[in-house]
């Protein structure tokens, strides 16, 4: 219908330019966010081939029009092209808005999808898709590695924990599609639940200076979101397939999005993944496999003025613990420690027996936003998961197939923030949030590790940032937490009388059944942070970053009512209700250097924590099973200091170097020795090929030595070893050897049609097939790390 | 420009008012049921074993009692008297789980997985030696049953039972009492000083 208007207004027109047609059609063209005159933006009417454009007010004019409806073209550089209809009535004037700098806006948005960097002042690294797409068939804690300073606190292969400068778990947010996290991400057994297939992009922030996201990221923020939308009618996809050969596993992932030019999209994504048992050089890690299966869906509308959001996500992660690592007593770990071979090895299985974990993590989130013209935008967002949490213990008669945990943690979370941006030289980014989260430990027949409980959240946050000139810019954020916890737990008797918790939490006691005190604590948490920073162009060359955080973290469940018995590490856990919470303080500076084809990239960091939350050591236990250590969470104040760089040097068009080291000491100040699980000193050294006239090769060369950590506080004990009547030294503190790895890793690009091209990948890891153990991988004391792995993947994007 | 910054301020003011909405929704909750108490079900809090000497004499027996599992308090060791010399005790062990009341029998379980158990029986100063007296479905030696035949000499040692989940039943020397190579998880461990007169 509109076509035959238009080829009809065309046809009047050619009729009645003989005729009188003095109609002026003008009008002026304003940045819609600023409402700035737009200058040089061209004024195309296609039917008439007619086109003008605006002076320095943004005023335009196009004399000589008859009266009819003309479809107007209007564009500038930086702006989204924009069509209007018009109907011409004698003389028409029109305000036009163009959605001027979209880059720009994008860059602080929180909930945004596009831009490269989240934060101005911050030290912060983005990832890229085809960086994510290579380790489609592994873990999030794998992808980040590849940023110098982010290391991993792993339970065996497959579960990978992220460590930003020497920190993790409740130190560390992790964002996906605008939603943190809620996972009980405070054990170190709990990986990130979260399907790195889901991801278009990741940012890592050290430190707490992104205080939109949160005010007790002490470590810092993992930002995750999904491909951005380009509005256009389209229809595209990835399918990615890649074979291991450690493990004899697959990954498959695919996806396909759909676009349309007025800005709806809709999107889906689905991976599996399955592994056996992995294999260190030597022998078969009895165990290890792995079974995964995930979907999401994205859909929505996009626009620049406003639109909307509603994501699902889906998923299950079955993953089987080492056999070896599951122990009885402290005699246990001894024989464990002193053998060098796993004392349970098998043939290669792909089942997934106990000890095993079995999380589903769904999470639902709808978002709404609105820019508003010379004012900013603002955001609203609701979100729900739900993690349900089964670990399996091995476990006998009627309970064999039983969880020993059985836990289902619901988070409801709402926010919303206003960002002021109308203003070229200055932002502000303020908003709000509140959260509800219920935990639920069913009866399994073991006690709960975890009680209990309801938590509330309460947050407000306000963030601004200031362009002084196009060299410097500061930054500054303050942010007010709040945050009650509600549980109730059981206690043995006998465990709060040794704790002595009769006598301060007396009157927490809400049933006594004898042996065991059912309890209510209700402990409330204030927590002020605060961000300053400064970004300084020297020059071309050389930029200066500088920043400083505040950030306090209150205790985590795990942190104040642990009480039990930890099989893996063969020691009873306990938690602590005095605890209070943590206050960091954090200073850092970047240097970076771009010049030709040297690029080069300094961090460093000092965060000393006030009372820093630990576990260590404090005494042995007799029971039943035999003799077990205590640990227990206790504070100290901590400094942590380290320096990251990252150095590229381009040869030529073809081959280029590139270092990234990472150095992080970790020291107990109060007791004056070092902090136990610091990640050792790293430098991963790459020598790289590229050609585009090979099919787009491309190829590295990855040597990767991590040195022995010799700062680790002396944890070692002596224990009545009775089947030998002997005193024997348990030795958990003692560092493994420094290790040297090689990594290849090439791919190539085929054009199969116009829109479809095939990527094809090669990854050997540990090429060499080198024995080791790594420091931070808790399953050290039981079995070699995972040997060499050749993986075929292709990628398919259409 | 008036009436667009009014609109502004309407649609502000609404989403606002949906905020509130979704928060007055999401506290569905009933705090008010209390989490219903675990009486841990596989725990075993007592090991006793029985001791009669072949040929008529005291009955012997020792016990190990752990009420509070995991907890703090050790477990109380009590052994009723001394062994006689050169004397042959047919022994067996009870296994319970005391935080149950009734108090719930495990040796069903273990006699029910009898290939996944063993007993073991190590002493010092070799004070005595041990015999399997009971075995599972693949011949193996369990141990719920044995025959103790104690040292010629009077002398003083310990006596430590353990038993051991998931073992190498076919290790060498395990059939034969040894548990240097028997490797699994020990779910017992108990340690009874003994006089032999």
Not at chain 1, 63 to 90: P, Y
Not at chain 2, 55 to 67: A, F, K
Request: net charge negative; proline share 3%; hydrophobic share 35%.
């Amino acid at each position: 219908m509109k076509y035959y208007l238009m080829v009809l207004c065309c046809c009047v027109f050619s009729w009645s330019q003989s005729q009188d047609c003095n109609a002026t059609f003008s009008g002026e063209v304003h940045d819609f966010h600023d409402g700035t005159p737009i200058i040089n933006a061209t004024i195309f009417i296609e039917s008439l081939n007619k086109y003008t454009t605006t002076d320095i007010n943004g005023r335009f004019s196009i004399d000589n029009l008859c009266n009819a409806l003309i479809s107007v073209e209007v564009s500038h550089l930086a702006c989204e092209t924009k069509t209007i209809d018009v109907n011409i009535v004698n003389d028409t004037f029109i305000e036009i808005n163009l959605e001027h700098h979209i880059e720009e806006l994008n860059e602080v948005k929180v909930t945004g999808t596009s831009g490269i960097k989240l934060t101005k002042t911050a030290q912060e690294t983005h990832l890229k898709s085809d960086v994510i797409d290579r380790f489609s068939s592994l873990n999030l804690g794998d992808a980040l590695k590849q940023i110098s300073g982010v290391s991993s606190i792993n339970t065996g292969n497959s579960i990978v924990k992220p460590v930003i400068n020497g920190l993790h778990s409740s130190r560390i947010i992790v964002m996906t599609n605008g939603v943190r996290l809620q996972d009980q991400e405070w054990g170190i057994e709990h990986a990130p639940n979260i399907d790195l297939n889901t991801a278009g992009s990741i940012n890592v922030i050290k430190g707490a200076n992104a205080l939109a996201y949160g005010g007790d990221a002490i470590g810092g923020v993992i930002v995750l979101k999904p491909s951005n939308i380009t509005l256009k009618d389209s229809l595209y996809g990835k399918t990615i397939v890649s074979g291991n050969t450690n493990g004899r596993g697959y990954n498959l992932n695919t996806s396909l999005t759909k676009t349309y030019k007025k800005g709806w999209y809709l999107g889906a994504q689905a991976s599996l993944k399955r592994l056996g048992d992995m294999e260190a050089p030597d022998y078969s890690l009895t165990n290890t496999g792995l079974n995964t299966k995930g979907f999401s869906i994205n859909g929505g509308f996009k626009t620049f003025q406003k639109g909307f959001n509603v994501y699902y996500s889906y998923l299950d992660n079955e993953i089987a613990i080492l056999r070896a690592a599951h122990i009885g007593n402290i005699e246990d770990l001894v024989n464990a420690i002193n053998n060098p071979q796993p004392l349970v090895i098998d043939d290669f299985s792909y089942d997934i027996n106990a000890p095993k974990q079995d999380v589903t993590h769904q999470v639902f989130k709808t978002e709404f936003y609105k820019r508003f013209k010379k004012f900013g935008r603002v955001d609203i967002q609701y979100d729900y998961q739900n993690n349900h949490r089964f670990e399996y213990d091995i476990r006998v008669g009627d309970d064999r197939d039983k969880p020993a945990i059985d836990l289902t943690l619901k988070t409801h979370t709402l926010k919303t923030s206003v960002t002021l941006d109308s203003k070229n030289n200055i932002s502000y980014n303020f908003g709000v949030n509140a959260g509800y989260q219920n935990n639920f430990a069913a009866n399994t027949g073991v006690r709960r590790l975890i009680p209990d409980y309801d938590k509330y959240d309460l947050g407000a946050f306000i963030v601004s940032e200031l362009k002084l000139n196009n060299d410097l810019s500061l930054d500054f954020g303050l942010r007010y937490d709040f945050n009650q916890i509600d549980a109730k737990k059981y206690y043995l008797t006998s465990r709060w009388n040794e704790r002595n918790y009769d006598s301060d939490f007396g009157n927490i006691v809400i049933d006594d059944l004898g042996t065991q005190l059912l309890t209510n604590p209700v402990f409330n948490y204030h927590n002020v942070s605060a961000s300053a920073g400064i970004a300084y162009q020297l020059n071309e060359y050389n930029s200066f970053i500088f920043n400083y955080g505040l950030s306090n973290r209150a205790p985590n469940p795990s942190e104040l009512f642990s009480d039990g018995l930890h099989h893996s590490a063969a020691r009873i856990e306990l938690g602590d209700l005095r605890l209070k919470q943590e206050t960091s303080n954090r200073i850092s500076g970047s240097y970076n250097f771009q010049k030709n084809n040297l690029s080069l990239n300094i961090e460093a960091f000092y965060n000393y924590i006030k009372d820093y939350i630990f576990i260590e050591p404090t005494g042995t236990e007799q029971t039943i099973r035999g003799a077990f250590p205590v640990w227990s969470y206790n504070q100290t104040n901590a400094a942590l200091y380290g320096l990251d760089l990252t150095a590229n040097y381009s040869f030529n068009d073809h081959w280029f170097l590139n270092n990234k080291s990472s150095i992080t000491k970790g020291k107990d100040v109060s007791q004056d020795q070092a902090l136990i699980d610091m990640p050792s000193f790293k430098t991963v050294n790459i020598i790289g090929y590229s050609n585009p006239k090979w099919l787009d090769l491309k190829t590295e060369l990855q040597s990767e030595w991590v040195f022995r950590q010799n700062d680790y506080p002396n944890n070692n004990f002596e224990v009545f070893i009775p089947t030998t009547g002997q005193m024997e030294l348990v030795d958990v503190s003692t560092t493994p050897p420094a290790y040297h790895l090689l990594h290849l890793q090439s791919n190539i690009s085929l054009d199969i049609s116009e829109k479809t091209d095939l990527n094809i990948g090669l990854n050997i890891t540990n090429i060499f097939n080198t024995n080791y153990r790594e420091n931070l991988n808790r399953l050290r004391y039981f079995a070699d790390d995972v040997g060499r792995n050749i993986m075929l993947q292709l990628k398919l994007n259409y | 420009m008036k009436t667009l910054t009014l609109k502004t301020i309407k649609q502000v003011s609404l989403l606002f008012l949906i905020s509130i909405a979704f928060t007055a929704c999401s506290s569905d909750d009933d705090n008010t049921n209390n989490p219903e108490p675990v009486n841990e079900e596989e725990v075993i809090t007592t090991l006793t074993a029985t001791l009669i000497p072949v040929g008529g004499g005291t009955i012997v027996t020792m016990q190990t009692r752990d009420l509070d599992g995991d907890g703090p308090n050790a477990p109380v060791v009590t052994v009723s008297s001394d062994l006689v010399a050169n004397t042959v005790y047919n022994g067996s062990l009870v296994l319970l789980n005391e935080t149950e009341s009734p108090a719930g029998e495990i040796n069903e379980e273990i006699v029910e997985e009898s290939n996944d158990h063993q007993f073991f029986y190590n002493v010092t100063n070799s004070i005595a030696t041990f015999t399997y007296e009971d075995f599972d479905d693949n011949g193996n030696p369990l141990g719920l049953e044995f025959t103790l035949t104690t040292a010629a000499t009077a002398m003083t040692g310990n006596l430590t039972i353990t038993l051991r989940h998931e073992p190498s039943k076919n290790a060498v020397g395990v059939s034969d009492g040894d548990i240097t190579n028997a490797g699994g998880e020990t779910d017992v461990q108990a340690i009874f000083p003994v006089v032999i007169q």
